[in-house]
């Protein structure tokens, strides 16, 4: 099919898994990586723009694809101060959707998180909820917004309390149950799936995706 893809957020947890999966996949001939850092060893299909992501505007000409990955994301541990941290979570994403929507890029697929509601009075969830919102704002043909819940894999990072908190949290996975399911802990690999399943399907509407519904959508590889 002689796709090209963007990926953005290639060096974490989920955007790893996904830009390897594409890699593998026949479909996509080209794979634009935008970061801070190159990534090593990876195959000539791959093409790697390095800068900063706060400026993605200077990137307008290269950001051109099919797809638009965005698995950018971090925590607040990583990133204390609220400022900063709304700069990442909510500004590099809705600048790619901006972006995308300015060179005609018909599919943006973006990960959320459970709980994102841009009218709470928790920090996180309304900095996730807001960003949710200014991205379908642009109106782009196949938006696709994915919420999971704790998200499980091997991270290349030492999180020695999110290891214990997934520890105890798995401990517990037998009690949810009924509505209780879409709190289970989500392997980023079903996330990196689904977003390629839900990029290849033929649905052309904005679609917010619970936790349930991406495990569910995963299996249809």
């Known amino acids: 099919m002689n796709k090209t893809a963007i990926i953005l957020g290639a060096t974490g947890l989920t955007g790893n898994l996904l830009l390897h999966k594409l890699i593998k996949d026949e479909r996509y001939t080209t794979i634009k990586l935008f970061s801070r850092s190159k990534i090593e060893g990876l195959p000539d299909k791959v093409v790697q723009f390095i800068g900063d992501l706060f400026e993605l505007e200077t990137f307008k000409a290269d950001f051109t694809a099919n797809e638009v990955y965005c698995c950018i994301g971090t925590t607040a541990k ?11 979570d909510y500004g590099i ?23 994102a509601n841009k009218n709470s009075s928790v920090f996180y969830n309304k900095t996730k909820g807001e960003m949710e919102h200014d991205v ?18 091997d991270r290349r990072e030492r999180r020695v309390l999110e290891r214990i908190g ?6 517990i996975q037998p009690l949810f149950i009924g509505k209780l399911k879409k709190y289970k802990i989500i392997n980023a690999e079903s996330i990196a799936q689904a977003m390629i399943h839900l990029a290849n399907s033929k649905s052309n509407a904005e679609v917010i995706i ?3 519904d991406i495990k569910r959508i995963a299996k249809n590889k």
């Open 136 to 153: 379908l704002q642009q109106n782009i043909k196949n938006t696709f917004i994915l919420r999971p819940s704790l998200i499980g894999g």
């Open 78 to 88: 990583k990133t204390p101060d609220k400022a900063g941290y709304k700069q990442i």
């Open 166 to 171: 997934l520890g105890l949290f798995k401990i």
């Open 210 to 212: 619970t936790s349930n």
């Open 93 to 115: 994403p809705v600048h790619a959707a901006q972006l995308s929507k300015e060179n005609s890029i018909p599919t943006f697929l973006v990960i959320s998180a459970m709980g």
